[in-house]
């Protein structure tokens, strides 16, 4: 399989975070995924959650509108969701598991569980000409679920493999990253592209990148934070490097 270029997608979910922690405009996360598009993201991702923790409605309209990037519209299977999507119709849309209580995504969405539901959610965002994304665990049955409900893209969770790294748990680490590696050639073989994000840094995102299978990486928390020390700039240009010398 030749190896192509694989795409960065920077969630700007948490400049939002810090937007609201203090109420006010500022920082504006419309201007960050600017700054992202100008050092070199592929696309600009952001969660649209139910209770607006961060990114807001107006921040959607505004990121439709203003980017030239193509936007990968995060959102929860609900029919206010479902709704937004058909408005705006965004490049992509990643149905993601959502529960309120929660700091960040845990784990991924049940699409084995919920097939015929999910079938027919995401059928209108397919007609409306928007990629269809499922994110879900680095599971045989759930990208096999994902496939015949008419996805065009699974993001497998790379959560478990990064914890796994932080905390030197390096058996089970190399145990998650072989799995990762096996269901990313599956679902490539069923026809759907690969993508893959949560938790990726400078540290772990290389033997992801490398995947042949692999195209596009979404990552935020890590790289807002770096923001803070680099620059916003700064950071996604190391994140791009160590991508792109992994495909190398």
Do not use: W
């Amino acid at each position: 399989m030749a190896t192509e270029r694989l795409r960065l997608g920077v969630n700007i979910d948490h400049v939002a975070t810090v937007r609201n922690a203090r109420g006010g405009a500022v920082p504006d996360p419309v201007r960050a995924a600017k700054l992202a598009e100008a050092a070199g993201a592929d696309g600009i991702t952001a969660h649209l959650r139910e209770d607006r923790r961060h990114i807001r409605d107006g921040d959607i309209e505004r990121l439709a509108a203003e980017l030239s990037v193509p936007l990968n519209f995060e959102m929860a299977a609900t029919a206010e969701m479902q709704a937004i999507a058909l408005r705006i119709r965004p490049h992509a849309v990643c149905v993601v598991p959502e529960r309120r209580e929660e700091r960040t995504t845990e784990g991924g969405l049940d699409v084995a569980g919920d097939e015929a539901r999910l079938a027919d959610y995401i059928a209108p965002l397919r007609e409306a000409g928007s990629r269809v994304s499922m994110f879900i665990a680095a599971d045989r049955a759930q990208i096999e679920a994902s496939a015949r409900i008419g996805a065009a893209v699974v993001e497998l969770h790379t959560g478990g493999y990064c914890d796994a790294h932080a905390e030197g748990r390096f058996g089970e680490r190399d145990a998650e990253l072989a799995r990762l590696r096996e269901m990313s050639a599956h679902a490539h073989s069923l026809g759907l592209e690969v993508h893959a994000g949560h938790g990726l840094t400078y540290d772990t995102v290389a033997p992801v990148a490398a995947f042949p299978e692999m195209r596009e990486l979404n990552i935020g928390h890590f790289l807002i934070g770096e923001a803070i020390f680099l620059g916003l700039e700064g950071a996604i240009r190391e994140m791009r490097r160590l991508m792109d010398g992994a495909r190398g």
